[in-house]
């Protein structure tokens, strides 16, 4: 397994930008896919935005064209780019790292975005 670690959560108006970070304890770009999701409270966890092996890029129709998921593979670390954000993007944020070949899937301990006025 790998270790997960988020940063980058916090307090934020509707309108603003926040950059979540997931920093990995060793490179497993090349093997899994990294995505970013989601729980509000009383809800189900959901996907927000992946990255594949190989780069190909997957949003929810919710976040497209607000949202960017990116990685640094010598930094072992996903980003997600949250801009113009909305009260309803307020949820626990969590990376994920998954691979069904390598029997793969990590968990970090999430961050929690609050988007208020």
């Known amino acids: 397994q790998v270790q997960l670690v988020e940063s980058g959560g916090g307090l934020v108006q509707p309108g603003g930008s926040l950059r979540l970070a997931c920093t990995a304890s060793?490179?497993?770009?090349?093997?899994?896919?990294m995505g970013w999701y989601r729980q509000a409270p009383g809800k189900q966890r959901e996907l927000v935005a992946q990255i594949t092996t190989g780069g190909s890029l997957n949003y929810a129709d919710s976040v497209q064209g607000r949202f960017t998921i990116s990685r640094d593979n010598a930094k072992n670390t996903v980003y997600l780019q949250m801009n113009s954000l909305k009260p309803e993007d307020t949820a626990v944020y969590y990376c994920?790292?998954?691979?069904?070949?390598?029997?793969?899937?990590?968990w970090g301990p999430g961050t929690q975005v609050t988007v208020s006025s």
């Open positions: 994920n790292a998954q691979s069904p070949i390598f029997q793969l899937n990590s």
């Open positions: 060793r490179n497993i770009f090349v093997i899994s896919a």
